[in-house]
């Protein structure tokens, strides 16, 4: 493999790297320092700690009204080019991905609220899902061109959903508020690039995220509404996975408090796979627990075990503290 010479050096001398990082923190200082960088910080920071957008006037003049998203963004985009054209081999130091047809770069997070840029490649895009966050979002897009559908869900029965799409044409200037817990944006197909700022601040006490077949509007799947609780439920599953029956009792604990009802759904279904006594005795509570979100769902996945599996029926009556 050929290695470029410069791209060599660096490996004895790492001066120029900590230069180029340097002219990054320079330019993320120099965009704070423009006219609102630092009233945006502060927005950020309110907002994102529950303040509604009215009492952010310049976040609500940004995802309203056409201009200063613009202004800021050619502005954060002026500084970091000149950075990067004297320093190549700079890092913006911005959460970044690109799978092929979309990129993102996070700008910002402030507790609950995230700022992003988003940008589309040209092309058709087909979804067979659709997926819901309990979020609130609002978008601005600032170039491109493409048309999209904002698709909303309503109950249908069960954990099916139906759902009514509105077409809609996007275009620079164009201004987008969802309620992401039923609403979410699909874009069908770009004829231009197109780059959207999007604020998106998830709500105190979330939800799981829900993921939905477009076509049937069956419940796929669902996931963690927050980080914290998406690790609890890796570390759960971990624990399923290595046998640990000695945790059984606190994934009881866990299923039968409060807290994420997936979380929680996952805890019983480990803990009924690591002791079944341990796990029985949860499901029974849980399904007698008459303000239990969960108490149908236990009381279905009970009684289906008892028909299933007859020896269930001695646990409960002997060793079960159900």
């Known amino acids: ?105 996070l700008l910002a997070r402030s507790g609950r609220v995230q700022l992003m840029i988003q940008a589309r490649e040209p092309g058709r895009l087909d979804h067979r899902t659709y997926t819901f966050s309990d979020a609130s979002r609002f978008d601005a897009v600032l170039a491109g061109e493409g048309q999209a559908r904002i698709v909303r869900a309503r109950p249908a029965g069960g954990t099916a959903v139906q759902f009514d799409r509105e077409a809609l044409s996007l275009r620079g200037g164009e201004r987008i508020a969802l309620d992401s817990a039923s609403e979410t944006l699909v874009v069908d197909s770009v004829e231009r690039r197109l780059v959207v700022l999007r604020l998106m601040r998830s709500a105190a006490e979330p939800e799981p995220g829900r993921e939905y077949d477009a076509q049937s509007g069956a419940l796929l799947s669902q996931s963690a509404g927050t ?58 509570n849980m399904a007698r627990a008459a303000n239990d979100p969960l108490a149908a769902n236990a009381g279905a996945l009970r009684a289906q075990l008892l028909e299933n599996y007859p020896e269930f029926a001695e646990l409960g009556a002997t060793g079960c503290r159900a």
Not at 48 to 71: N, Q
Not at 97 to 103: C, E, P, R
């Open 1 to 105: 493999m050929e290695l470029n010479p410069f791209i060599a050096a660096l490996r004895t001398d790492r001066g120029p790297q900590r230069q180029a990082q340097t002219a990054m923190d320079a330019a993320r200082t120099a965009w704070r320092a423009e006219p609102g960088g630092e009233q945006l910080a502060e927005e950020l920071y309110r907002y994102g700690k529950g303040a509604p957008l009215e009492m952010c006037p310049l976040l609500e003049a940004m995802f309203t009204e056409v201009g200063e998203a613009e202004r800021l963004i050619a502005l954060l985009v002026r500084h970091y080019c000149a950075a990067l054209k004297a320093n190549p081999i700079g890092h913006p130091p911005f959460r970044h991905g690109f799978d092929g047809a979309a990129g993102t770069l």
């Open 227 to 284: 980080i914290a609780t998406s690790r609890q439920e890796m570390i759960v599953a971990l624990l399923g996975r290595m046998g640990r029956s000695d945790a059984a009792p606190e994934m009881a604990w866990l299923a039968t408090g409060e807290g994420d009802r997936s979380l929680r759904w996952q805890a019983l279904r480990e803990c009924l796979a690591l002791d079944s006594a341990e796990g029985f005795a949860a499901l029974g």
